[in-house]
């Protein structure tokens, strides 16, 4: 008779998934308390979203030297070569990151979690992945971040196209070339306006599908040399407290008035400082009410609609890309950065295609169909997002108390959290950087940090109480839902149809995934929570 093959069961203290900024440094958080822990990552190497997204023009839009760990043994040695680091930049980082804290012994890579299963009875989480791995684990770490389930479009015949089809978060790693090609972007957000800048200063016909207009405002580009730092390394620690400390996660916050406040001629003044620092300060560092009212969040679309009709030559496209009646509520969708994507526009071999003016029909062997006409491509590129905020959870089939399933959950009502950390009836199951927390209203390594070190924490005085579960309760957990919306709602987010609002992705229901109310007030929730016995939550099997 033939053996039987006995199924190898790794245990551990804690599962990590990710291998972005949370799941990295809650790896090395954890791994110096002790724990026996591992993280999994489904790709090949660290960088989280920055793994992924290496197509042209991708960068990150936080400044330097915002985007990194506040780890002195880091940043003492780091060096970055941009203001605003590519995506190469990037990934070199997460190296050194990985090399300083000799992370890869307790890394797996290609390793792609399918289901992750509470035992009851073992206070446990059973974790399977694709390649045939078993984890029983005390806590589950689930750091999948905001993007990392992409999102296609419903388009007819999307599979017959004979040219290279490719989203953005896929670009392969083998450079395509693509000088003299004839090549579609479709989407306008963060990501096509990074590509489509890019790409028209390579490719030889260049047309952008746009679905809604974005408001990107002016990165101010730096380059340094190897002996210019953004901040000098002598104020990098108070530095790195300021960001802690900020409304969204940076060294700034808004200004502490109102828009009309000013005068008119001080507001425009006040405007145009803001403009010129070439970053999020125009967006996030701008007047209190700018995106609480509607008169004043018009005030700060005039200036931008003023800057963007000024760089574009054809009427039309005044119109289609600075319309004269706003679209939506400014900053109310992702505000993205750009150097030079306006002005592409005046060139005669880069062309805006209006969905709403002329819809896809279908894909094509040859291109897309519009209802006006066909457009032959070599190369289409979707830059159509993601199942942003939860979709990085909802894919893996997680069960919790009862069997319950986090994504039927989910689909009930949207995202339902406590405190944006953890969900009623689903033990020793933490996140970071996901649904119902400042997330993508906070740069994220500040929030990689907090919620790691508040994670770590948990689990520290679980240990020493000899508790073996914590799980939040179900009336806490709908206070913190009330809460969120009650923010958003104060807001004009709500407004405007975004991924903010989990809009864009059919049947997810309608609700806020952010926390709008600031990482200042995000803490205080936090650590009242801890300083009051972890109130909201309950405790199950005693150890000791």
Not at 429 to 457: H, V
Request: aromatic share 14%; with cysteine; proline share 5%.
């Amino acid at each position: 008779m033939g053996s039987i093959e006995v199924k190898k069961v790794e245990e551990l203290d804690a599962l990590i998934i990710g291998a972005g900024f949370s799941g990295v440094y809650q790896l090395k958080r954890l791994r110096d308390g002790g724990y026996n822990v591992k993280l999994v990552e489904a790709g090949s190497d660290y960088g989280g979203i920055w793994y992924w997204n290496r197509y042209p023009g991708a960068r990150v839009d936080s400044h330097a030297p915002h985007y990194q760990f506040s780890a002195p043994e880091l940043w003492q040695n780091w060096h970055w070569k941009q203001r605003f680091p590519d995506h190469t930049q990037l990934r070199a980082y997460f190296r050194f990151v990985a090399e300083k804290w000799d992370l890869r012994k307790d890394t797996y890579f290609d390793t792609y979690v399918s289901s992750a299963i509470w035992d009851e009875a073992q206070y446990k989480w059973i974790i399977e992945t694709k390649d045939g791995r078993t984890f029983r684990t005390t806590f589950f770490l689930a750091h999948t971040g905001i993007s990392a389930s992409r999102q296609y479009p419903d388009w007819k015949g999307i599979d017959s196209f004979k040219g290279l089809i490719v989203h953005s978060s896929y670009w392969p790693h083998d450079e395509p070339d693509l000088k003299g090609k004839r090549v579609a972007v479709v989407g306008t957000g963060s990501t096509g306006v990074q590509l489509a800048h890019t790409l028209s200063t390579m490719v030889g016909d260049l047309t952008v599908f746009q679905r809604t207009p974005a408001l990107p405002i002016y990165m101010g580009q730096v380059d340094y040399a190897d002996d210019e730092e953004p901040v000098p390394k002598s104020e990098l620690a108070k530095f790195f407290k300021d960001r802690s400390e900020g409304y969204w996660g940076f060294d700034f916050g808004f200004l502490n008035k109102g828009t009309f406040e000013d005068t008119e001629a001080d507001r425009l003044a006040n405007y145009e400082r803001l403009w010129k620092k070439g970053d999020f300060t125009y967006w996030l560092g701008t007047y209190t009410d700018m995106m609480f009212t509607e008169e004043a969040n018009y005030e700060a679309y005039k200036f931008w609609r003023a800057k963007t009709r000024a760089r574009l030559n054809d009427p039309r496209l005044k119109e289609l890309l600075a319309p004269t009646k706003q679209p939506y509520p400014f900053g109310c969708k992702r505000v993205p950065l750009e150097r030079g994507y306006f002005e592409m526009f005046n060139e005669p071999y880069v062309h805006l295609v209006d969905v709403n003016e002329t819809p896809v029909v279908e894909v094509t062997e040859k291109g897309i169909r519009t209802t006006e006409k066909e457009i032959e491509f070599d190369v289409i590129i979707l830059a159509t997002g993601f199942d942003a905020v939860t979709g990085g959870l909802t894919k893996v089939d997680i069960r919790g108390i009862g069997g319950r399933s986090l994504k039927d959950k989910f689909q009930e009502r949207g995202p339902t959290t406590y405190c944006g950390i953890s969900i009623a009836g689903f033990p020793n199951l933490f996140f970071s950087y996901g649904p119902q927390s400042p997330a993508a209203f906070c740069n994220g390594p500040t929030c990689a940090e907090l919620q790691g070190n508040w994670i770590a924490d948990v689990m520290n005085n679980l240990r020493r109480a000899g508790i073996r579960s914590i799980v939040a309760d179900e009336a806490s957990e709908k206070d913190w839902i009330e809460h969120v919306e009650k923010v958003a709602y104060a807001s004009l987010l709500p407004k405007a149809k975004s991924w903010y609002m989990g809009d864009g992705v059919p049947g997810k229901p309608r609700a806020s995934q952010m926390y709008l109310g600031g990482l200042p007030s995000y803490q205080e929730k936090l650590k009242s929570c801890a300083s009051n016995g972890y109130k909201g939550f309950h405790f199950e099997g005693l150890t000791v």
